[in-house]
């Protein structure tokens, strides 16, 4: 008669548990890594879903519009307000427009605009996805020899990787439009001393490296709601955690990619010229 085996001690219980926890980063990450790879694969793979893409364009850009040009006109006001008051503790107002733009361009522009991507696209893709994992209607597609990557995946994350720079474009004008407005209009700040440093202080780069910023953000964002959704498991209950996980996993990775694209950015400062007119 077999000896019936004895539980494993509690300190073993624990130290396998955590050694787990800690391991699933690196699994996620491994399997993003591998997600990806088949992602960017099916781009270049016929057929061409185009008419899905543009549905996808329409749904992330034209949709998140009001949303983005109203976060977009509060955030350049209430800079504006902080901006005047600091700057007029020493008598730098002729800095306002400057500072409120070079902000705007760098990084609250991109940086608030991808949060509202992710609040708002990432959580319906992860949702769509999830749902569709879940009541087999991806596999129905792999049954039917169509390529769930290709047909599902690669609309959304190109769609994601134009939609972002043209929102970040979008609250970036109507930050600047919402700031002048205060300082001209409230604060009696001179237009010409709003505009006096602009030409001169903020450079076409600054703003196009914020758009790059933007582009791969809103690429890296969508690819993972797009993975937690592909992913899901367990009924509504695992929608809901993919949901979830993708709308956490974005946000970590907009910052995470915000300071390392700042910081290769600062460290290779080449290319700034003389401002916008220079």
Do not use: W
């Not at 996808?56 to 034209?62: E, G, K, S």
């Not at 006096?196 to 969508?222: Q, S």
């Not at 498991?233 to 974005?250: F, H, L, N, S, Y």
């Amino acid at each position: 008669m077999a000896e019936a085996q004895s539980p494993p001690a509690p300190g073993r219980s624990i130290l396998t548990s955590f050694s787990t926890q800690a391991a699933r980063p690196l699994v996620v990450l491994g399997e993003l890594s591998i997600f990806f790879a088949h992602s960017l694969s099916a781009v270049f793979r016929p057929p061409y879903r185009v008419a899905a893409f543009f549905y996808q364009l329409d749904f992330m850009a034209f949709g998140s519009l009001f949303v983005v040009g109203l976060t977009g006109l509060f955030t350049g006001m209430v800079l504006a307000l902080q901006t005047i008051y600091a700057f007029g503790l020493f008598n730098a107002q002729s800095l306002v427009g400057a500072t409120v733009e070079l902000s705007l361009s760098r990084e609250l522009a991109p940086i608030f605009t991808s949060i509202v991507v992710v609040a708002r696209v990432g959580s319906a893709v992860a949702t769509e996805l999830g749902t569709m994992r879940v009541t087999e209607q991806i596999d129905a597609l792999e049954t039917m020899a169509v390529d769930p990557f290709n047909y599902l995946v690669v609309p959304r994350i190109l769609a994601a990787a134009i939609a972002t720079p043209l929102l970040t474009m979008l609250f970036n004008a109507i930050g600047l439009t919402g700031a002048y407005g205060v300082a001209v209009l409230l604060r009696d700040l001179h237009p010409s001393t709003f505009l006096n440093r602009l030409e001169y202080l903020v450079d076409l780069k600054d703003i196009t490296e914020g758009l790059g910023k933007a582009c791969v953000i809103g690429f890296v964002v969508i690819l993972i709601a797009a993975y937690r959704g592909y992913s899901a498991k367990g009924g509504a209950r695992g929608v809901g955690i993919a949901t979830t996980q993708a709308v956490v996993g974005g946000l970590i990775a907009i910052f995470a990619i915000d300071y390392i694209y700042t910081a290769i950015s600062l460290a290779n400062p080449a290319g700034r010229g003389g401002g916008l007119g220079g």
